[in-house]
């Protein structure tokens, strides 16, 4: 296994200046030494990250972007129609989530872990898989550079257990409201909504605070929560959903909060979940400052937006809003760290969740027909 600081400290010597990401467990160390320095930007997702690389490097600071193999998708149009259609190199670590064996990890990891290499064997994105070593890095980095000197972009792919995690003091405030209480809280008033819940510990969180079939826990499609709650409350007006998102996921795709701002469906109630991190992935903090989520949902256009910081708080606005019409947006500020809540797959298959929610959620036959 390769120490973290080996790492950074092997950048540091090849003069990289600049460094932007969105985390991955298999990244934890060099996330946890790059969020010291000030020239880590943590990105809301992995497009923004190569694009602010990018910019770096068009004005003379050579940059470094890490992320997930599942952030691939995020990023395949501005690596291929900014930096190889105009000629900007860049050196990417893309982890190896669900490579070499589907089984080794999870399901929603098994079509990225299988096809990483091929998409970039695909768009001809020079690359090299990390081997334990030390001497493998530097290896790599020597390639990158050859790369680099034609102005094309090399890819780090980052298999688990090769680079070390480094350890720092959890950072747990005792006063801040648990992940676990907030959700055992605003399941109460869930009733019989259909959920949508955001790919890692929260999905895991509600699973294990009121498993039931209408709670659609998403593993993956990080910051989708919204587009699927927005597309079922837009079809189904007639049911009350919920969305259960993290801050980080609720930033990836800010332009479904917009959407179900401008769209404003009656039945949506929008939570944001707000620990300041991706705690998913190991804690790295998703940005410097506080997001004002409930200002940011009236200027889209819900009807209502609510920071709360407390169990009974959330109680009291729950219950206020209950019989008004949405949109809703509840931030729950959350402290991060916590309990690791069970996975879901422990006890249902994704085809299972997917079925057993469909069951609920579509109308049935006899419905269909009062309604017609
Ligand atoms: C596109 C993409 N990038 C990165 C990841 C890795 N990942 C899984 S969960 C997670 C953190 C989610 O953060 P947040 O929504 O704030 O929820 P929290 O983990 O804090 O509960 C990340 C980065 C992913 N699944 N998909």
Known sequence: MIDAEFVCDALDRRDFGFFSGVPCSFLKGPFALLEKRDTYVPAPNEGIALSMAAGAELTGTRAVVLAQNSGLGNLLDPLTSLTMAYEIPLLLFISLRGWPSAEDDEPHHAAMGAGTIGVLEAIDVAHGILGPDESSLTELLDLAETERRQNRSFVILVP???????????????????????????????????????????????????????????????????????????????????????????????????????????????????????????????????????DLALAAGYRTGQTCRTVPEIHAHLEKIADLPGPHLVAIHIGKGGATPPRVTSAHTNSQVRARFQREATPSAADTGRRG
């Open 160 to 294: 688990a257990k090769t680079i070390g995690t480094y350890q720092t003091p959890p950072a747990v405030d005792r006063n801040e409201l648990s992940r676990k209480d907030a959700v055992a809280a605003l399941a109460e008033h869930l009733g019989d909504a259909l959920v949508y819940s955001t790919t890692g510990m929260i999905s895991r969180e509600l699973f294990g605070a009121s498993d039931n079939p209408r709670n659609f826990y998403m593993q993956g499609s990080m910051g989708h929560a919204i587009g699927l709650g927005l597309g079922t409350a837009l079809n189904r007006p007639d049911r009350r959903i919920a969305v259960v998102d993290g801050d980080g996921a609720a930033a990836m795709h800010l332009g479904g909060l917009a959407l179900a701002g401008e769209r404003q469906p009656e039945n949506l109630t929008h939570f944001v979940l707000d620990n300041g991190s991706y705690d998913s992935t190991g804690g790295q903090r998703t940005r410097d400052s506080v997001m004002q989520w409930a």
